[in-house]
């Protein structure tokens, strides 16, 4: 059986900066409570007109492509996370696969919200260790502020995400100390309602009834998969209840990457790096400390780009590549936390 290496690695961000000043011009927040309670200083937004989840995706993949030293048309294989996709269906895995004239390669699209990477990019490991394929794209992409709800109403979320893309060209190597050594993933729909955006949906309020969400008009918001009163009550936006996010997600952090290094006979101290999914700064600052990690071992992005969901793994692991924090034969985990819940990990040797 084959390993898989990540063989190119590429990163998308839009140009438009948004800063925390910028956002007291819609809602009532402060610079203060948002980088008190996230550590998010400015995140960016995708350009209004022509700029999807998909195009960032394909600006990302080009880089990524041409780092691992192959073209568009040699990829056999597309993996696309994203929770914010151009279209409600098809997905924009095939979107890309026409932006980016490839073969009429397979293209699956993932669901796995701030986990996505880590799922996409374990579908692609197994993929490449059975031998079907030898170049697989895997991206991750958000167009977040095109969904968020930027009135007060909102600010409890639309302040912490930002727009972009990361990507990994996965090939097969034959080297025994290299490439993805294992991938752990999980799930627990419990909370399911949590973190969630219901609408446009199928729910029809059952799942509304049995979990009695907070806010919902139950009469009105599941009779159709899109409603006059969804958009009259804003029930189109992402909901989140964030203090019980926060306590699951401190809690499923340090298991899913103690499991990764157990899994492989290896513990903090053999750890180069570790990429949290960037959800909020000081849940990545609780990870290090709890795991007793030293500062250099953990990298954190989101004071420049907040929370990009999908992307937020692969935008944190180029730029640590970029700026040499990660070297060949570095052990690398990946972590991820999110709605769902879902969480994973994947430990490499890169
Ligand atoms: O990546 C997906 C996974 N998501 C996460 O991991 C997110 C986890 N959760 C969090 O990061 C935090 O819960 C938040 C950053 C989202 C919120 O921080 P918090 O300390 O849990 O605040 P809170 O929601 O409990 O709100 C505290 C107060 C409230 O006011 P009152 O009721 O105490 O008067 C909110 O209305 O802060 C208020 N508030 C804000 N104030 C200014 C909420 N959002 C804002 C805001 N600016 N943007």
Redesign the pocket.
């Known amino acids: 059986m084959f390993k898989s290496k990540i063989a190119g690695i590429g990163k998308y961000v839009p140009k438009n900066v948004f800063t925390n000043n910028d956002?007291m011009k819609y809602?009532?927040?402060?610079d203060e409570?948002?980088q008190e309670?996230?550590g998010i200083k400015e995140r960016r937004y995708g350009d209004r007109t022509g700029e999807t989840t998909t195009t960032m995706g394909v600006a990302a993949a080009k880089i990524a492509i041409e780092r691992a030293g192959i073209t568009p048309q040699d990829i056999d294989f597309i993996v696309f996370a994203t929770l914010s996709p151009d279209y409600y269906f098809p997905g924009c895995g095939v979107l890309l696969q026409r932006a980016m004239q490839m073969k009429d390669v397979g293209a699956l699209d993932v669901r796995n919200?701030?986990s996505g990477f880590v799922y996409a990019l374990s579908v692609a490991d197994q993929f490449i260790k059975s031998g079907m394929y030898k170049n697989i794209l895997v991206v991750g992409a958000e167009k977040h502020s095109f969904g968020l709800d930027f009135s007060t109403r909102g600010?409890?979320?639309?302040?912490?995400f930002g727009d972009g893309a990361g990507a990994a060209v996965l090939q097969p190597t034959e080297k025994e100390n290299q490439g993805i050594l294992s991938t752990h993933l999980h799930s627990d729909g419990t909370h399911a309602e949590i973190?969630a955006m219901y609408n446009p949906g199928t729910h029809a309020n059952h799942w509304v009834k049995e979990n009695k969400l907070a806010d919902f008009d139950e009469a009105e918001m599941g009779e159709m998969f899109f409603s006059h009163a969804m958009l009259d009550k804003a029930q189109v936006f992402p909901f989140?209840?964030?203090?019980s996010?926060?306590k699951v997600?401190v809690e499923k952090f340090p298991q899913v990457i103690k499991e990764s290094l157990e899994a492989n006979q290896l513990t903090t101290a053999d750890l180069s790096l570790l990429i949290p999914?960037?959800?909020?700064l000081?849940?990545a600052q609780f990870v290090q400390k709890k795991l007793q990690l030293r500062e250099d071992q953990v990298f954190n992005n989101i004071q420049k780009y907040g929370?990009t969901?999908a992307a937020?793994i692969p935008i944190a692991l180029c730029e640590a590549w970029e700026e040499g924090k990660v070297k060949e034969g570095d052990l690398v985990c990946l972590a991820a936390?999110?709605?769902g819940f879902t969480w994973a990990s994947a430990l490499l040797r890169w």
């Open positions: 956002l809602m009532d927040t402060t409570w948002i309670r996230t919200q701030c600010r409890n979320v639309s302040v912490i973190l989140m209840d964030g203090q996010v926060f997600a999914h960037q959800a909020n000081r849940i929370n969901t937020s936390f999110g709605s």
